[in-house]
């Protein structure tokens, strides 16, 4: 299974390479998802994968293109929850205002836009 564990244990160079962004960048996203978070968190039954491995989840799709069956099997969880995750990431990010995500074009030119200063 793919997690932060492993994803901390890369170096900077093949963390970029893997997830398609620096680790400094990785944890703005996180943090700008932080605060839609805990209420999402709260309700239900509880999530197998927290908010930094879902991030690396949809990263992971958006770099790689793989479909959300391949991906679902190297987090262990179904495709459905991948389309849950990948989808909620996108709209929260556009609903915090704090970064854009480019088309598939600027994807492979891994262009990323932060308007957060503070995160």
Known sequence: ?????IAKSLSPK?????????????????E???PFWG??????VKTKLGLSDRVLVALEYWREYRTYFHIGNSWEVSESTVCRI?????????RSGCFRI???KQFSERVWS??????
């Not at 990948?86 to 556009?94: C, D, L, N, R, Y």
């Not at 932060?114 to 995160?119: A, F, I, K, L, P």
């Open 86 to 94: 990948v989808h909620w990431v996108e709209e929260e990010w556009m």
């Open 39 to 44: 209420w999402s968190a709260k309700r239900g």
């Open 114 to 119: 932060s308007r957060c200063d503070d995160h």
């Open 14 to 30: 093949d963390f970029k390479r893997h997830f398609g962004v620096k680790r400094t960048t990785f944890e703005k996203m996180v």
């Open 1 to 5: 299974m793919v997690d932060t564990t």
């Open 32 to 34: 700008a998802l932080r």
């Open 102 to 104: 480019p088309g598939k």
